[in-house]
């Protein structure tokens, strides 16, 4: 196995700034197995480390790597709270629709990324420390809130933790080359990272009604005088409202639809509406059935089908 980071003197060295240090006998050990390893610089290979001995040796580089992730990130927090630098957190906030954000499922748009410093608000960090039932691989800590932070490898989740509401940073570490982001001033590089169970507060945005995709059911009436009960996208009431006369906001939980159009096209006509419709005739008969009676036209002797939820 070639590993392009060793323990060297306890300190993880990247086999690239190794060129100047002439290593002794037993300078070298593995991150993970903690075996004795050897540089290998050679010119036609890229240098790497390479442990002494291969023989019973149980070291993969799937548990290389994700000891090697977890340390370079545990020692970039440990410095920085110790030399009191910003320890950011990569947040990507969503916007709410100004049209519709009272709605209970407003449109939501693509946000933007923003770095927040955390340092002030997690002063501790732990390695490897139980929690409860857990042992997550980092944990950043105050007296009252905690954040866990698991490496993990091609997809291998950490469901229970999920489940438990603990806020997680999940880093997806695949490669050694996924290695030199874990040093940077943010702790969650959003290309290897996703947070989970962390409550992200939507900011309002200022959308144009155009924009808006909320739909919302309406009895319409038309100046053509055509009535109907639509479900319609909001913006779409401003885009033809030349052409509507009357309209109504219908709520979804009313049951009794043929009804509610009656009902609305009356107060509709009422209110001096002009309203074309077999409804507003003497010659119907209404079938008393509510959903899927045929009425009847006294007049043209015929079933009327349509009590118009269509256009
Ligand atoms: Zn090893
Ligand atoms: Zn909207």
Partial sequence: MQYRYANYQGKIVNISDTNKIIFQKNDLICLFCNMPMIVKRGPVREWHFAHLTVENNKCTYESYL??????????????????????????????????CY???????????????????????????????????DIMIYNETDHIFIEIIYKHNSTK???????????????????????????????????LVNFSIK???????????????????????????IVDVPLMH????????????????HKVNRKYEYINRLNR????????????????????????????FCRLLKKEIIKYCFFM
């Fill in 66 to 99: 994700h000891k090697l992730a977890k340390l370079t990130l545990f020692n970039n927090i440990k410095n920085r709270m110790d030399e009191h630098l910003p320890i950011n957190l990569n947040i990507h906030q969503k916007t709410k629709c100004s049209g």
């Fill in 160 to 194: 229970e933790k999920i489940k438990s509401d603990n806020k997680i940073i999940e880093i997806e570490v695949t490669d050694e080359s996924d290695i030199h982001l874990l040093s940077s001033d943010c702790i969650n590089p959003p290309s290897i990272s996703s």
């Fill in 102 to 136: 009272l709605k209970s499922e407003p449109c939501i748009f693509d946000g933007s990324n923003k770095l927040f410093d955390i340092s002030k608000r997690y002063y501790q960090v732990k390695l490897e420390c139980n929690y409860l039932s857990f042992r997550p």
């Fill in 268 to 295: 509709a006509y009422k209110l001096g509406n002009k309203v074309i419709s077999c409804y507003m005739c003497k010659h119907i008969s209404i079938l008393k059935k509510y959903l899927k009676g045929h009425d």
């Fill in 202 to 228: 939507h900011l309002k945005q200022n959308v144009d009604i155009n924009k808006c995709n909320i739909i919302e059911k309406y009895f319409i009436v038309y100046k053509s005088g055509k009535a109907v």
């Fill in 237 to 252: 009431l401003e885009k033809y409202k030349n052409i509507i006369a009357y309209k109504e906001h219908v709520q979804t």
